[in-house]
Every structure is written in C-alpha cells, then in structure tokens.
C-alpha cells in the first residue's frame, strides 16, 4: 500500500489552480479502507433495515424534513420541527424561514426524481437544484470576488476559482468524476473526494453548502447504497462543522485528503447507525399502536389510516378523507377516535385541526 503522500499547496493563492480529480494521491491508504469496511456495512444495513417498516415513506419524509431543517441551520436559520411539519400540513403560509427550508425539500426532491428519471447527476441538474434552494436562476458565478472566511475573525482562508470558463471545466471534471466509474474506487470514498470539491469549486454565489450536501445524498442513490434519500448525512456535518471546515481547510493547503476521506466515511456509519436505531423505534411504536387500537376497538383498526399517521406525523381531516376516500365527517371521527386512545393529539392551528403522532415525532426529533 502506498502511503499517502502530502503535497504542500499555498492556499490562500488557488486563482483558477484548483486541480481537476482525481487527486494524484493514493486515496485507498489502510486507514481509509479499514472506516470504509465500516461504512459500508452500516449503509447497507440501513437500506435493507428500511424494507422492513411499514412503509419506507414514514422514514423518508421525516428525514427530509430533518435534513432540510438542520441543513439550513449551517445558515442559522432557526426552524423548529414543528413548524416544518406544520407548514407541509396546514395551508397557512409559511415564515420566511420554513419556506426556506421548504425550499430545500423541494430542491432534495427534484434532484431524487432527476436521477431517478436520468441516473446521472449533470452539471444542468445541479444548477437546478441550488435553483430551486434559492429561488434564483442566477447560476454559476460569473463575477469574481467570492471568498470562503473565518466567520470569526473574518479572515480569507480559501478563494475558489473565479473564472467562468475555468469553473465550467472544472464542473465537468467534477460530473466525469460523479457518473463515471472507471478508476475502481469505492464510490463511498469518491463521495468524500467530490464532495470536497464541490465546496472547493463553490461554483454558485450562495448555496454551495445546501446544493453539495443535496449531491452527497443523490450520489448514494446513484451509486446503489440507498433506494430512498433516508441518510441524514447533513446532520453529522453540521454537528461537528469545526472539524468539517478545518479538514476542508486542510486538503486546500496541504491535500490532506486522508483525515477529509476518514471524516466523511465515520459521518456516514454513524448516521447509518442512528437511522437504523430509529428504524427498529419506528417498527416498535407502530406495532405498539396496533395492538393498542385492535385491544380496544378492533373494528376501528385500519392499517392504511396508522401508515398514514406514521407519514405524516401531523396529519389533518383533509388527508385522512382523501387518502381513504371516506367523508370528512368519516375521517374525523377516525381520528377523534385516536384522539381519546391517547394516540394522537389535537391541536389547533387557527382554523385547523392537526392530528399529532407524537411518539412518533419523538423518535424522529432524536
Ligand atoms: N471557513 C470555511 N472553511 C471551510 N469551508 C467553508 C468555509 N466557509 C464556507 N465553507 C464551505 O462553503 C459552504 C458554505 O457555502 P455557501 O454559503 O455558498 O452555502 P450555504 O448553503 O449558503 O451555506 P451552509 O453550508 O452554511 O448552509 C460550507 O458548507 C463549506 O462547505
Ligand atoms: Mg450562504
């Protein structure tokens, strides 16, 4: 095995010198692929645990509404959950902080049926997704000027390339990199390098956080890893953003892509682990409810309307009439019932009524 080899860079000059991937250094080192064992393992499990819930959409809304919610706060945009579930549920309008968050859903979405529909990340599909995390179309950057600083002492510590052309080459050496196989490395390493350089080339003028950790997401489903965007990797990187930004800071002056590739790979297996953990207190919670309605009103037991309260853990009349194809007066009267088993909790936001699942919303806020 190669050990990895550290070449100097001065990093407060990368003008357009940034270079394009692979990095010429050994990526797989002992280290790298020791965490990389692990990972694997506990991604894989993770997408096989999720087949068993009753429905893998309980994980998948809730996780992209913690992803959403907890990426933004790198912005320190302050959304509580409640407020989330709330505004996918009510048709009041949202503060200007959820729909921001909002608006990352949406983007997280596009990009999941993009890649679905095309699979392949393009240059065109990433452009359209910080498109729609920010509701501007300005694009790539064209003007010169953006630096990456010290939010403490406001010092430069990195300038991305600013040329437009420069730029465009580099983010077609980025999406080769993305959707070509040819190099025989694990694509979960890969992650972590084109990850990297997606911050380093910070090709939007704002966004880049949001857009790259949307990537990192939809690079696990293209590769295979997951069938659904239930990996909430953004929230590993927010909680230890010192260590993110110093390591990034690290492979700019001193392609120390090692302790970058191992950082990125433990984020992965601890997510992966705390997801499967929520798994089996999903599965819990849903067979205790079950057995809960059947012990007491077996007649009133329908599975369809609990899978229903399991996605979407704020759930109102509305839904529960539509997706049963019952009367409204039906449908409350379901959830009165569910209501006085203790099951959910009525709360009233202005002129609706929300149903909360709220075991459930514990376990998802862990
Ligand atoms: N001082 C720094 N050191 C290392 N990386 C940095 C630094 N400042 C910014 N970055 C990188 O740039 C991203 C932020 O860029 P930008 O503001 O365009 O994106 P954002 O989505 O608005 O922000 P955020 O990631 O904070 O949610 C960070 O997530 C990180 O990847
Ligand atoms: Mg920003």
Same mark, same amino acid.
């Given at each position: 095995? @190669?050990? =990895?080899?550290?070449? #100097?860079?001065?990093a407060?000059? &990368?003008? $357009?010198?940034?270079? +394009? *991937?692979?990095?010429?250094?050994e990526?797989e080192?002992?280290?790298v ?29 809730a996780v ?9 706060e ?10 989330l ?44 997704i ?18 990456? @600083?010290n =939010?403490?002492?406001g #010092?430069?510590?990195?300038?991305? &390339?600013? $040329?437009?052309?420069? +730029? *465009? ?21 890969k ?10 080339i910070?090709p939007f003028?704002d ?17 295979g ?54 798994i ?10 079950e057995?809960?309605?059947?012990? @007491? ?13 399991f996605?979407q ?6 839904y ?10 039906t ?30 919303l ?5």
């Open positions: 095995m @190669t050990k =990895t080899k550290k070449v #100097k860079r001065d407060s000059k &990368p003008f $357009n010198d940034l270079p +394009i *991937l692979p990095p010429k250094i990526l080192t002992v280290a692929l020791k965490q990389l064992a692990n990972s694997a393992l506990a991604l894989g499990e993770l997408n096989g645990m999720a087949k068993t819930l009753p429905n893998p959409l309980i994980l998948l809304n992209i509404l913690q992803e959403a919610g907890a990426s933004s790198i912005e320190n945009i302050i959304t509580t959950q409640d407020h579930y709330q505004a996918l549920n009510s048709s009041l309008t949202a503060d200007p902080a959820t729909k921001e968050v909002l608006g990352y859903r949406e983007a997280l979405l596009g990009g999941f049926n993009f890649i679905k529909e095309k699979e392949f990340i393009s240059i065109n599909a990433i452009v359209e910080q498109a729609l995390l920010e509701k501007n179309s300005a694009g790539l950057r064209k003007l010169p000027g953006t630096t990456l @600083t =939010t403490s002492t #010092k430069v510590i990195y300038m991305p &390339p600013d $040329n437009h052309s420069r +730029i *465009l080459e580099l983010m077609k050496n980025l999406e080769d990199y993305l959707n070509i196989d040819n190099d025989d490395i694990s694509p979960l390493i992650l972590a390098v084109q990850h990297c350089q997606f911050e380093s910070h003028y966004g880049n956080g949001r857009t790259g950790r949307i990537i990192n997401i939809l690079y696990l489903i293209l590769k890893y997951l069938d659904l965007p239930i990996l909430y990797l953004s929230r590993f990187i927010i909680a230890h953003k010192a260590d993110y930004y110093r390591l990034l800071h690290e492979v700019w002056k001193d392609n120390a892509w090692e302790e970058w590739i191992i950082f990125i790979l433990k984020g992965i297996e601890v997510t992966a682990k705390d997801t499967q953990q929520q089996l207190s999903i599965n819990v919670l849903f067979r205790k409810l057995d809960k309605i059947k012990s @007491t009103n077996a007649k009133g037991y329908n599975k369809e309307l609990l899978e229903l309260l996605e853990p704020y759930s109102k009349v509305d529960v009439s539509k997706r049963l194809n019952v009367s409204r007066l449908a409350t009267k379901y959830l009165q019932n569910l209501v006085q088993l203790g099951i959910l909790e009525l709360k009233p936001v202005w002129k609706e009524n929300l149903y909360i699942n709220k075991d459930l514990q376990i998802l806020k862990a």
